[in-house]
């Protein structure tokens, strides 16, 4: 059975060390004040690790607002009509499709990577996360990043 994911707003004043230096040196990697993970970590003084493990799941909540893009990545069983049924739902729900890449399927199974335009979705983005696993043919599916 598949986790639920869920979103909490939390005061930056009761977060734990390692998340606050987490989006700390995200927030050199994207203002481009260091070049590389290292040297944001070492910077805000936190362990490689401990930035790995959090990089994916904190956000500052006035990005989170603003961002309406992000990229989906998802296993997909090799048989005719699948993707177009991702690619169905996707409209269905008022997602629009940006980009999306396929690799060669290897033992039957092709990953898609997809970024979708959530600006005009019906659903929240967990709800569309649930669904999207729902889909016959549609293996692990998961959020890579919001932009």
């Not at 790995?52 to 997909?76: C, Q, R, W």
């Not at 290897?106 to 990577?113: E, K």
Request: aromatic share 8%; hydrophobic share 40%; no cysteine.
């Amino acid at each position: 059975m598949k986790k639920e994911e869920k979103f909490y707003l939390i005061r930056s004043d009761i977060l734990p060390e390692s998340i606050a230096k987490t989006i700390e040196a995200k927030k050199m990697l994207e203002s481009g004040e260091v070049d590389t993970v290292n040297d944001a970590v070492e910077r805000v003084g936190l362990s490689r690790s401990a930035f790995y493990k959090y990089k994916d799941g904190v956000f500052p909540f006035n990005a989170m607002m603003s961002e309406k893009i992000m990229t989906f990545t998802f296993s997909l069983d090799h048989m005719s009509g699948y993707l177009s049924k991702v690619l169905t739902y996707v409209a269905d729900q008022g997602g629009n499709v940006l980009t999306i890449n396929q690799t060669i399927p290897l033992q039957g199974i092709a990953t898609i990577s997809m970024s979708v335009d959530m600006a005009n979705l019906r659903v929240s983005s967990t709800e569309f996360l649930d669904s999207l696993q729902l889909i016959p043919g549609v293996r692990k599916a998961m959020i890579v990043g919001r932009g």
